[in-house]
């Protein structure tokens, strides 16, 4: 019992300071004032104000779950959720305090008491441990001074720099601002509402926990959708105004953000959706699963039509700026599908891919450009050049396959980061400027002509990729399900006893590499006519990483994982720009939490579930 | 006993003074050795013997130091283990070493490499003779599914079989390259004893149906007395002894191998029985 109740108390502690942390942290970064200025419904709550709601509301109900498994009871698992609401105010609150004017004098105070406070703390444990009396005093002074030396630098800083602002330069006004919930002036009061509506976000958390599995579904899936749909309100506006009336639009979105009325509307017409989708989805899967071949072969070919019918009209639907997005986040999955065949297929950790890109991109740009650095000056079209960029990075994957054939793993990653590297040099390089122009680049490359039109918009180059990326799935499906296919799991699997098979492994591996190249090439052509211009700053590492990351979220090895990894690793990012400066950060916290939470991706292929629910079984077996 | 077939004269594998050390420690130590073509043939020998090596050796995973390896009338020492498995040997490991991931009948695909042709280009074009290939190919691999009794377990993730599953998953799939000659590393290890009956009886089934020239290490003494028709016994990667099974039951070098000087007089009736 007393077990079981300082074990609690360690989990809602554990998990409110966790949450702390994670508020005090972005705001620190700079987030939390950033997001701010984005508003998730007007005149109501910003993206900032989720954010600190969000937060102590996610860990309530996490708590609340490991609380409630353990048979807590219902007062305790509540509370908990408040406390934590509690304790993720209080790092920030603490802050908020010792940036105030009045109360400058707890952060100096505190920075003068902590090394003796802390020593004596240290002693105190080692006294309990029997140590002599010789080396308690020895380690109490040590301690303090040592924490003394930092404390009262810390203090002679704050000091002479007479605010926090000037050292922690992200705390400042506009952070007061939304940590107080706009009441920067009245700081009690600010703190006061602050603290109430997170221990309220955490006790709705924890609450949460105590509804039926339906409507909390139903609920959960109504809020996250509205709110989804208000922190991308400007995207929305942008997908709606291709198909709604001004007035229509307008009633539902002041500027870029979402109305009132609107959003209650919505979160209500999800929740309801959800709700149906909660209690009858298991029933239409199971239907699904229970219609005969024939029936089921036909729901699945009207899925499949119905998919290719909105990939075709997408230009309509979206309109340009999205377009934009969508050729990206295309060129993406053109290349993670390529990748995926060394990496997901042959186990073959690539990490030059940009080496692919940056070839066909510079085919394409040197063959067509009518500059002064066109090769050819127009005899040659983007059609008649796709196919070269396709072979040249076919030969460029060859070339810089052939040394690392021997290398297995962590090897074979270092040394293609390597290739990949020499060719961001090349590329920058003084000896290849007379061809491809050094940091100038090629410039003034034509725009594909189809028919005598020039495919100059987002909405009509949407379609070649469209088309690249069509063709670069069905022979990746077709070379999955083949001899070589098999070649290239079982070098993934075992390469010792692939090769006592009778797998030639050389070639196998110089054949993965060469024919993943190939989609990075015209990747890269589609790219450099895209923009019309080719610098080498835009071949760098972060390609290469950017496509196996995108590979990794979705799922290895998974062709719709890669379309979903791409839309949320390329598409995301360019969606919310504002927040670039965020980007890498959030990624990575994105990747760790993916290979903590969900390390099979967010669309595994079947295989991987099975393995995963095997060790899942294998450990309820085991009693875990 | 086994009903003794009559005993062909040709030796299908014959070694001579093969040697392969493993900086300072020799692991198969001046080893001259055959097996007759069309028998099971057993290695016995304490752990850490050197069996496991030899069979790496014969496979091409290792290369001897010194010594030849003649198959079939030829010579495959300094060959690659490719080129091993197409002259006609399969085998199996000690540790299973299947390809994990690859469902069941994947991996006897994935073994029947050696006699296939079809090329990438092929498959992304769809050719009728490389459909009929897969066709065939997934065709031998039910058959052969269905020999190692794994019936209807074909599309199931090998990871996920039994152990004994798994075990004959990996017979089948070294029987898919045909082999004439297969070498299987302690088949019944970890197997309870009526699955060890079966795969006893499986393994006769491979010589006396198929035709292929059985070696198996083995340290289950009821199998080895059961099955084999010569048996040779390691130590120390040497070859202390070698014949029939009933002149290796009493022969007192190996009673003293494996069970040490003492206990060698009254331990000889336990391993004959
Ligand atoms: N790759 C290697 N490198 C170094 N030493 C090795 C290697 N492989 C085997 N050995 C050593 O060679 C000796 C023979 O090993 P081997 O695995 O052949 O024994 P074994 O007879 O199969 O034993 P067990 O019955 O335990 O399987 C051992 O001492 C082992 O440590
Ligand atoms: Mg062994």
Redesign the pocket.
């Known amino acids: 019992m007393d077990l079981s109740q300082s074990r609690t108390r360690q989990a809602i502690i554990t998990l409110g300071l966790l949450s702390g942390a994670l508020i005090l942290f972005t705001g620190a970064v700079g987030m939390i004032a950033a997001f701010h200025e984005r508003e998730v419904v007007n005149d109501f709550i910003t993206l900032g104000q989720l954010v600190l709601l969000i937060t102590p509301f996610i860990f309530g109900y996490t708590a609340a779950n490991r609380l409630g498994m353990t048979g807590e009871s219902p007062t305790s698992v509540i509370g908990g959720g408040i406390i934590i609401g509690l304790l993720t105010t209080l790092p920030t609150t603490l802050l908020l305090l010792f940036n105030s004017d009045e109360f400058r004098f707890l952060l100096d105070w505190s920075l003068r008491l902590a090394p003796f406070v802390v020593a004596t703390a240290i002693a105190w444990r080692l006294h309990r441990q029997n140590v002599e009396t010789f080396t308690l005093i020895g380690s109490w002074l040590l301690a303090a001074v040592l924490i003394g030396i930092v404390t009262f630098s810390l203090a002679l800083i704050f000091e002479v720099k007479g605010e926090l602002r000037s050292v922690l330069v992200n705390i400042n006004r506009d952070w007061v601002e939304v940590v107080t919930f706009d009441n920067r002036k009245d700081l009690m009061r600010g703190i006061f509402v602050f603290s109430l509506a997170s221990a309220v976000a955490g006790f709705v958390g924890s609450l949460c926990y105590y509804v039926p599995r339906t409507p909390r579904r139903a609920m959960f899936y109504g809020l996250s959708v509205t709110l989804l749909v208000g922190a991308f309100g400007e995207t929305v506006r942008l997908v709606l105004q291709e198909n709604l009336e001004r007035d229509t639009l307008n009633q539902l979105f002041r500027r870029d953000t979402l109305r009132q009325n609107a959003a209650l509307g919505l979160l209500v017409v999800s929740t309801v959706i959800g709700y149906l989708w909660a209690a009858f989805g298991d029933r239409a899967r199971q239907g699904f699963q229970n219609l005969g071949g024939q029936q089921r072969q036909t729901t699945q070919m009207i899925g499949t039509v119905l998919f290719v019918a909105v990939l075709l009209m997408l230009p309509w639907l979206i309109g340009r700026t999205l377009s934009d997005v969508a050729v990206t986040i295309g060129l993406f999955v053109l290349m993670g599908l390529g990748l995926n065949i060394a990496i997901g297929l042959a186990g073959l950790l690539d990490l030059g891919y940009v080496t692919n890109y940056a070839v066909g991109a510079y085919i394409l740009a040197v063959m067509t450009s009518i500059g002064p650095l066109g090769l050819m000056k127009g005899t040659f079209s983007f059609w008649m050049v796709i196919p070269i960029a396709l072979l040249a990075a076919m030969f460029a994957g060859f070339i810089f396959a052939v040394p690392v054939l021997r290398m297995r793993g962590d090897y074979l990653a270092i040394a293609t980061l390597g290739f990949g590297e020499i060719i961001g040099k090349l590329a920058i390089s003084d000896w290849l400027k007379p061809l491809i122009g050094g940091a100038q680049g090629v410039q003034a490359i034509p725009k594909p002509i189809f028919l005598g039109t020039e495919l100059r918009n987002p909405e009509q180059l949407y379609y070649i990729v469209l088309v690249a990326c069509l063709v670069t799935l069905f022979v990746s499906i077709r070379l999955n399900n083949s001899r070589t296919g098999r070649q290239w799991m079982a070098i993934r699997e075992d390469e010792d006893v692939a090769t006592a098979m009778g797998i030639d492994t050389a070639r196998a591996k110089l054949l993965a590499f060469t024919l993943s190249a190939a989609t990075g090439g015209v990747a890269g052509a589609i790219f450099a006519a895209k923009v019309g211009s080719v610098f080498p700053n835009s071949f760098t590492v972060f390609i290469s990483i950017n496509v196996l990351s995108l590979i990794i979220v979705g799922g290895i090895a998974s062709n719709p994982g890669i379309v979903v990894g791409a839309v949320v690793l390329i598409g995301l990012p360019e969606l919310l720009r504002e927040f670039s400066d965020f980007r890498f950060l959030l990624y990575g916290a994105l990747l760790i939490m993916m290979m903590i939470n969900r390390p099979q991706g967010l669309i595994p292929t079947k295989i991987v579930t099975h393995e995963m629910r095997a060790g899942v079984k294998a450990k309820v077996a085991a009693g875990d | 006993m086994a009903g003794k077939p009559k005993r062909r004269q040709n030796k299908i594998l014959v070694a001579t003074g093969m040697t392969k050390r493993?900086s300072g420690?020799v692991?198969v130590d001046n080893l001259d050795f055959y097996i007759p073509e069309g028998s099971i043939a057993s290695i016995i020998?304490p752990?850490?013997?050197?069996?496991?090596?030899?069979f790496n050796c014969i496979t091409g995973f290792y290369q001897i130091d010194e010594g030849e390896l003649i198959f079939d009338g030829n010579r495959i020492d300094g060959r690659s283990p490719d080129q091993i498995t197409r002259s006609g040997i399969a085998r199996t490991f000690?540790n299973i070493r299947l390809f994990n991931n690859m469902s069941a009948i994947e991996n006897i695909m994935v073994g029947q490499e050696p006699h296939l042709k079809s090329t990438w280009l092929g498959s992304i074009l769809g050719l009728p003779s490389t459909r009929r290939e897969d066709d065939d190919t997934e065709e031998r691999g039910r058959e052969l599914l269905q020999f190692v009794g794994l019936e209807g377990k074909g599309d199931m993730i090998s990871k996920n079989l039994s152990y004994g599953d798994q075990r004959r998953l990996e017979i089948g799939r070294a029987l898919a390259s045909k082999p004439k000659l297969i070498l299987l590393d302690e088949p019944t290890a970890g197997m309870n004893p009526r699955e060890t009956i079966e795969t006893t009886g499986f393994i006769r089934r491979l010589r006396d149906e198929l035709g292929i020239t059985v070696v198996l290490?083995e340290?289950d003494m009821r199998v080895v007395m059961d099955i084999s028709e010569h048996i040779t016994v390691?130590d120390y990667g040497r070859k202390i002894a070698e014949g029939l099974p009933e002149e290796i039951q009493n022969n007192p070098d190996v009673i003293e191998a494996y069970l040490g000087r003492g206990a060698a007089a009254s331990a000889g009736k336990s391993l004959a029985s």
């Open positions: 493993f420690l692991a020998g752990n850490g013997a050197g069996k496991t090596t030899f000690q290490i340290h390691l």
